[in-house]
């Protein structure tokens, strides 16, 4: 199965598509060669597809300015390749499909940590690529992502352009690319923003840092990325982002929100019982819904109490027995421990010798015996292609059926397209999908099509309305194995 691989990965869908380009979400055929990777999606990549009206120039260039802009929170180009047209691929690390767009369109409102999270380490990136000479140009909340740990990255370079070699503040300042490119973060900083002007606590702060980024003609400053983060820093600690709508109410701190009422309407926050209470760091940290937080902190206090009392009852009950005692009586253990060990064992050596001295008694239990999924072997094929083809076709949708690895390697030769298929059609119904009945061939509607040296093509299912399916058997070493097939329409 060939149709749906680009460059050596199959794809899994179609994230997006523009007039320029088409990004793909692809999944490595050899998954085992990614395992050393420090990603958590190592066999995950994205592939940009260029449309026929972008010139090689073009995605040259955008190369070239996405290679200069590589660091912290922008998405790293894994590689290049060609289309079998022969047109470039950009072979991209696989971030996530949460954009800002998203996140502001589920939540609603932020907390003014989050909200820190997700603006600074953007102006740490647009800054290094500013110095790097690059100009982004598109920066929006829709090629702003973010990753399964909630960072945000740029991952669009497609109308990047290289102004400069190791630009001076000054040529940043006057370079009206790059101006423009801090107007475009500042008006997407004031889009975060606003979700989280309902927060009285910080409305002020909050809504003196939007009207300063508001002003165009603060951008223009050589120290506009430090003010920006002075001012957003001012504002309060980042928090990790929650992608959950349930979130903390807008009119109360994380401080308060942690603390628990007392019995006459105050925060506990100073009494003996509000002490155990989570303090806003670990509760930023864990990102808890307030009403599990309070939960886990009252089940927290109560298991300390419990255990500081088990505790207590032990060292009372020990305290008056003598040390000399307790030797005694840890020796005294040792030896019943070791006496129960050799007497199991000399039981069952003894067992064992029964075994071997009645033959008909171990034939029985062998004959008994149940063998697991990996010691069922396929039985030594026959020399025709047409004779080997059913067991082949059995064995298959066996091994599918309980969804055995091990048993696949029996009927398609590691590295075969048809063994790479399976092993996906395995991994999607580990992680919940069905099986489909079209993937179980039935091998008595099979007929041979072509043969040609050691391989010859079936087609299985062949019927008026629908295309067959067709299986390659390839003769090796081993016999006829199944080297891989195609699915009817």
């Not at 090629?143 to 040529?171: H, I, K």
């Not at 009494?271 to 819904?289: D, H, K, V, Y």
């Not at 027995?321 to 199991?344: D, E, K, P, T, Y």
Request: charged residues 25%; proline residues 6%.
């Amino acid at each position: 199965m060939t149709d749906n691989t680009v460059a050596g990965y199959r794809t899994v869908r179609t994230l997006a598509e523009s007039e320029r380009r088409r990004l793909l979400l692809v999944h490595s055929l050899h998954p085992e060669l990614a395992q050393g990777s420090s990603t958590a999606r190592s066999g995950m990549r994205c592939i940009k597809q260029f449309h026929e009206g972008v010139s090689v120039a073009q995605i040259l260039a955008e190369v070239v300015c996405h290679a200069r802009s590589n660091g912290e929170h922008v998405v790293r180009i894994d590689d290049l390749a060609a289309s079998l047209d022969d047109a470039p691929l950009l072979i991209l690390n696989w971030i996530g499909s949460d954009t800002l767009r998203r996140l502001l369109r589920e939540r609603g409102s932020l907390r003014p940590g989050e909200a820190i999270t997700i603006i600074a380490p953007l102006i740490s990136a647009l800054g290094r690529a500013h110095h790097a000479g690059v100009a982004i140009g598109d920066v929006s909340v829709d090629s702003v992502a973010f990753d399964e740990n909630g960072c945000p990255y740029f991952t669009e370079f497609g109308f990047a352009q290289l102004r400069a070699t190791n630009p001076t503040p000054a040529t940043i300042q006057l370079d009206e690319a790059f101006q423009e490119d801090r107007r475009r973060l500042a008006a997407l900083s004031l889009g975060v923003l606003d979700a989280v002007n309902n927060n009285r606590e910080k409305l002020r702060t909050v809504r003196e840092f939007g009207e300063w980024l508001g002003d165009d003609s603060n951008t223009q400053a050589h120290d506009w990325a430090q003010e920006v983060e002075r001012r957003l820093f001012s504002i309060g600690p980042p928090e990790p982002l929650r992608f959950s709508s349930e979130v903390v109410g807008a009119g109360e701190s994380p401080s308060t929100i942690s603390r628990p009422i007392t019995a006459d309407g105050s925060r506990g926050g100073d009494t003996a019982a509000g002490a155990g209470a989570p303090s806003s760091e670990a509760r930023s940290l864990l990102a808890l819904p307030p009403w599990l937080d309070g939960q886990l902190a009252e089940t927290a206090r109560e298991l300390r109490r419990r255990s500081v009392q088990f505790v207590g009852t032990i060292v009372t009950w020990c305290r008056p027995v003598r040390a000399r005692q307790w030797a005694i009586a840890v020796g005294g253990l040792v030896c019943v421990v070791a006496a129960a060990s050799i007497l199991a064992i000399e039981a069952a050596a003894e067992g064992d010798e029964t075994l071997a001295a009645s033959p008909v008694l171990a034939k029985t239990i062998d004959d008994e015996a149940i063998p697991t999924t990996e010691e069922v072997q396929l039985p030594r094929l026959p020399p025709e292609a047409e004779q080997a083809l059913p067991l082949l076709i059995d064995a298959r949708n066996r091994c599918l059926r309980d969804l055995s690895v091990v048993c696949l390697e029996e009927v398609s030769p590691v590295g075969t397209p048809a063994y790479a298929d399976d092993i996906a059609l395995i991994d999607a119904v580990l992680a919940g999908g069905e099986l489909p009945s079209v993937m179980l061939f039935d091998a008595a509607t099979a007929v041979e099509t072509q043969r040609l040296g050691d391989s010859a093509v079936f087609e299985i299912g062949a019927a008026e309305t629908s295309k067959p399916a067709s299986v390659l058997l390839v003769k090796g070493e081993a016999g006829w194995r199944i080297r891989s097939y195609s699915l009817p329409d």
